[in-house]
């Protein structure tokens, strides 16, 4: 990345082209992009709660000890979509302070999550899953014309782009030894491709002497990797109509060690290089602790969620971009603390549909895990959603997830000129279909 001001900048970006896009922020210049919520549809409408959700007919993709929650002789199936719109905005401010705001924003969509579970023995479940993890895209322009350019080369132009996805194949097995104990175990194997370009063009070369050469590079990242996670849930009450469940999780991150190819043209002249990035690089996953509680009963669910990733430390906090202004990029830990409820006024009423949909809310606020010239973003998000039942007395349903998000703020990144940092409102749809979870498919029927 050769200028900080091709992120931070007024924002002159073209939409990106693409309808498999799911991220378009500048943030996702660096490191492996926007990280997805976790989650189902139904999960991710209470603000993406789900360590300590334990169900019989909801796939866990959060932990691996709620697999141990599969009914015999059923088995789950789920899949979820997600629309998103994003807009990015900032300001450049004048000398007396005023500021103009510059905005670009696009829709992006993709498939969020498949996901099966069932049983493999009396209290012995496995899951198996595929959703993204993180998505890069973005799409930014820069001019550079100021008066020492200007009076030997004439004007430069500068254009970088980026997009790819890493997606999450999970596969775990849970079990409960114990009454109301579980524990659980997932292998998750991490592949994806990144690609990051970026060109420079002299427009006028009208002055000066010699000649000047364009440049146009392009650096891909393929990864391909395993990491683990472990899970814990207990149920301090477990009764009819109540349940309280304690769950944790714990992720082993580290390098990605993506092989690397960077490819160069300057002029005519093509050069290319192929490496493995080592574990001091941008492409890390954190070590990451999941604790929380929940509350259910035929009627209400509560859930309240911490989650910790040490983006900051070991071999992730060694890792720096420094900008040949002066930025400087580098991971920070994030905290972050979701609560969520969910509301069924009746799911046993007969006459009245309405009555058995279920009602969801959440929130959720935390950290991104970058920080920019040691500032810090912030980031929050409000959610919503419906559960509808596709049939009385039925697991099966169809889940609607809304979410408004915001990122980031206004805060001045440079003095001269006045630049503010970059704010990214956002808008999520999610559709989900969880599907079978009633149905024995594995009984022989007594009559035809």
Known sequence: MVLAAAVFGVL?????????VSAYSPYTMFGIGELHTIGTAQSRAMAGVGVAWRSSQMPSLANPAGYSATLQKSFLFNVGAEGNFLQNAQRRYDASGNYTTSKNGKFSGNIHEIAVQFPLAKRLGMGLSLMPYSSVGYKMSFLENGSDILGNVGSASYTYSGDGDVTEVKLGVGWEPFKNFSFGIAAKYY???????????????????GSYLSVVGEDEYAISNFKFQVGLQWNAISDDKNILTFGATYDYGGGLRPKVT??????????????????????????SVKAGVMYQNPKLAVAL?????A????????FEEKMNNGMVVKY?????????????PNRFDVRNYFNRIAYRFGFRYGNYYQAYNNNGIQQYAVTAGFGFPLKFMGASSIDLSLEYGLRGSHTLMNN????GMIRQDYFKVGLGFSLFGEDYWFVRPKYD
Do not use: C
Not at 12 to 20: H, K, P, Y
């Open 191 to 209: 592949w994806g491709k990144i690609t990051h370009n970026y060109m420079s063009a002299i427009d006028n070369s009208f002055v000066g002497n």
């Open 262 to 287: 960077k490819s160069t043209v300057l002029n005519n002249t093509y050069e290319t290089e192929v490496f493995y990035e080592n574990e001091v690089s941008q492409m890390q996953l954190p070590h």
């Open 305 to 309: 969620e911490y989650e910790f990733q």
């Open 311 to 318: 983006w900051g430390n070991g071999n992730n906090g060694r």
């Open 12 to 20: 002159q970006a073209s939409a990106q082209g693409g309808a498999a």
């Open 332 to 344: 920070v830990d994030t905290h972050t603390a979701k609560v969520g409820f969910a509301y069924t």
């Open 416 to 419: 001269a000129p006045k630049i």
